[in-house]
């Protein structure tokens, strides 16, 4: 088992998942997502070996997780009865790190063969439906339940989506439910635009598809739907609190580049 038959943007699910393994390596992870570890280490068992395979560069990437790691539970506490769709879930193990009452009902949703490898490596719950589809092609929402408060989690999606296929899946889901929370991370135009050319995306075949230089204002696509707020990511005092040394540095200087200290913007919204 390898992830080898992941294909285009499907393997952006990896350095995410390895970010997540290697900071629960840490004496004081930010995370701690024991899940990522034993997943990493199945999909690939040398993952840590080589020349700059412990590098902690991604652990950005882990306090994105934990942010909105946070805010969901910030949610479920005050919604217990809530329906949490869960978008572009690749293998990351949140439904297991927050361990929501038996009263929320939970969607992993990506693409079929992800869900599959998914089932393979994590275990299955009560109150958890995995949902195979592509999240633009909205028959997937048909069967989900309605009348509760709805949370919905769009960790490292949203580039991907054109910015047409998200208004209709924004506003098709604040149509669905009375009340809810839409929580997702979204970059500035400048790394859409240039996207086709970033290095790491390439090496996935994968490329942005949109970009907001002011994501609150995404609220203006429906009525009922507020921005709330954001969370730090690349200035995070949790990376100064927790990363080691050198990771500590290097995001010190790169935060002095005009543009890369809010590179990715984790954004939260209420209707
Ligand atoms: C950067 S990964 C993030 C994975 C996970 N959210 C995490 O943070 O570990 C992006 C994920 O979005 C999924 N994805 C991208 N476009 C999608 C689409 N149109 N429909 C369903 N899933 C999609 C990919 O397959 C991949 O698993």
């Not at 009560?126 to 989690?153: K, N």
């Amino acid at each position: 088992m390898d992830g080898s038959e992941l294909v285009g943007v499907q393997k952006t699910l990896a350095p995410v998942l390895k970010a997540k393994a290697l900071d629960n390596r840490l004496p004081d992870p930010i995370l701690g997502d024991q899940w990522a570890e034993q997943v990493m280490r199945r999909l690939d068992p040398g993952y840590d070996q080589g020349r700059f395979a412990t590098s902690q560069l991604g652990l950005v990437a882990v306090v994105r997780s934990k942010a909105h790691d946070d805010w969901a539970r910030a949610f479920l506490t005050d919604h217990p009865d809530a329906v949490v769709l869960h978008l572009g879930c690749g293998l990351d193990a949140r439904v297991h790190r927050i361990d929501p009452p038996a009263t929320v009902d939970w969607y992993d949703l990506d693409y079929p063969n992800v869900i599959a490898l998914r089932e393979r490596l994590l275990p299955a719950r009560e109150h958890y439906t995995p949902i195979g589809a592509a999240v633009t092609d909205l028959a997937w929402l048909e069967p989900i339940p309605r009348g509760r408060p709805l949370l919905m989690i769009a960790e490292g999606l949203v580039p991907y989506l054109t910015e047409a296929d998200l208004k209709r899946l924004l506003t098709s889901v604040v149509d669905m439910f009375p009340t809810g929370q839409i929580q997702f991370d979204t970059v500035p135009v400048w790394a859409w635009r240039t996207s086709r050319w970033d290095p790491t995306l390439r090496k996935y075949d994968a490329e942005f598809h949109c970009g907001f230089d002011d994501p609150a204002r995404l609220a203006d696509w429906h009525p009922r739907l507020r921005y709330v707020d954001e969370a730090p990511m690349n200035d995070s005092p949790l990376l100064t609190a927790k990363a080691p040394a050198g990771t500590r540095r290097l995001y010190r200087l790169l935060n002095l580049v005009p543009g890369l200290k809010r590179s990715t913007r984790i954004v939260r919204f209420r209707f």
